[in-house]
């Protein structure tokens, strides 16, 4: 198994480009980098049967987060709050980091 360059890492800001859930924005919860999808808080949510548990005693249809195919979500520029193309360069230090091709803003 290849450990894959992704341009989407947990915790980033992202726009759906396409799909049931497209126009919609949320933070990535986590990347699934063997199946290339993300899940994103709010995003392509599904109805999930659950028994009662620990967890939900009631039990009952609970709503969940399902995976994005990376290929469908663009990272938010963070100047311009619009979605963006990611490029990767050194910084001062030498480092590698993403930056913004629409703003060259640096991504955290």
Same mark, same amino acid.
């Given at each position: 198994m290849?450990?894959?360059?992704l341009h989407?890492?947990?915790g #980033?800001?992202?726009?759906?480009?396409?799909g049931e859930? @497209?126009?919609?924005?949320?933070r990535v +919860? %986590?990347?699934?980098?063997?199946? #290339?999808?993300?899940i994103v %808080?709010g995003?392509n +949510?599904?109805? @999930?049967h659950?028994?009662?548990?620990?967890?939900h005693?009631?039990?009952?249809?609970?709503?969940k %987060?399902a995976?994005?195919?990376i290929?469908? +979500?663009?990272?938010?520029?963070?100047k311009?709050?619009k979605?963006?193309?990611?490029g990767? @360069?050194r910084?001062?230090e030498? @480092? +590698?980091?993403?930056?913004?091709k629409?703003?060259?803003?640096?991504?955290?």
């Amino acid at each position: 198994m290849t450990n894959k360059k992704l341009h989407i890492k947990k915790g #980033d800001t992202v726009y759906v480009i396409s799909g049931e859930s @497209k126009g919609q924005q949320g933070r990535v +919860l %986590e990347v699934q980098r063997s199946k #290339d999808r993300a899940i994103v %808080e709010g995003v392509n +949510l599904i109805s @999930k049967h659950q028994k009662p548990n620990a967890e939900h005693p009631q039990g009952g249809i609970i709503k969940k %987060e399902a995976g994005v195919h990376i290929s469908n +979500l663009m990272v938010v520029d963070p100047k311009t709050g619009k979605p963006t193309r990611i490029g990767r @360069k050194r910084n001062s230090e030498g @480092k +590698l980091v993403r930056f913004s091709k629409k703003s060259g803003e640096e991504i955290k």
